[in-house]
C-alpha cells in the first residue's frame, strides 16, 4: 500500500468517532487538521488534489495508463 494511503487511512480512522454535527466535533476537527498542517505544511492540500486527480480519472504515479 503506498505511503499516501496509508496516511489517508489513519487520518479516515482518526476522524471516524468525531460527530461534526456537534459543536465539539467541528472543534475537534479544525483542532486537529490545524495540528496535521503546522507538522506537515501544504499536505492536506497535496491530499485534496490528489482526490479531485482520481475524481477525474488521473492515474495514480506509476502506473501506465
Not at 24 to 32: C, E, Q, V
Not at 34 to 56: F, K, T
Request: proline share 6%; with cysteine.
Amino acid at each position: 500500500m503506498p505511503v499516501e494511503d496509508r496516511i489517508a487511512a489513519r487520518l479516515l480512522e482518526a476522524l471516524a468517532g468525531l460527530d461534526l454535527t456537534s459543536a465539539d466535533g467541528r472543534a475537534g476537527i479544525h483542532t486537529l487538521l490545524s495540528e496535521i498542517e503546522r507538522a506537515c505544511p501544504g499536505v492536506l492540500l497535496q491530499q485534496a488534489a490528489r482526490m479531485e486527480l482520481r475524481a477525474v480519472g488521473w492515474p495514480r504515479p506509476g502506473t501506465d495508463r
